[in-house]
């Protein structure tokens, strides 16, 4: 199987925006469940936000609510994650994650990540 590829990543001062890309062939009508994930220098990697298309479960982590949303275009067989209101605090190399579970509170990555898109915030 082909991994997701992301794209969309950059240098942005705070407060503006900027929509990341994934695109995968395992995004077909609604029986995918994907989310994107992210790792700052020094850190834990972490969930951000995660969407179940067969349920229509989501996640947002706290830190991306209200700021962060996460679409989709199947007939591009493509994910987004249009970023607004960035903060330096958003720093970090962003993983688009092809299979993922939704449970209480959390997400979890199960198979086929992205390389990665480096999303770097000026203060």
């Known amino acids: 199987e082909v991994q997701p590829v992301e794209s969309g990543g950059g240098l942005v001062q705070a407060g503006e925006s900027l929509r990341l890309s994934c695109a995968s062939s395992?995004?077909?009508?609604?029986?995918?469940?994907i989310g994107w994930f992210r790792q700052a220098p020094g850190k834990e990697r972490e969930e951000v936000v995660c969407?179940?298309?067969?349920?229509?479960?989501?996640y947002y982590a706290d830190s991306v609510k209200g700021r962060f949303t996460i679409s989709s275009d199947n007939a591009k067989n493509t994910v987004y994650l249009q970023m607004n209101s960035l903060k330096p605090e958003d720093t970090a190399v962003y993983y688009c994650?092809?299979?993922?579970?939704?449970?209480?509170?959390?997400?979890?990555?199960?198979?086929?990540w992205g390389t990665g898109t480096l999303v770097t915030v000026s203060s």
């Open positions: 395992r995004f077909v009508g609604d029986d995918y469940a």
């Open positions: 994650v092809a299979d993922v579970l939704i449970a209480t509170s959390i997400c979890v990555g199960l198979d086929s």
């Open positions: 969407i179940d298309n067969s349920n229509g479960k989501t």
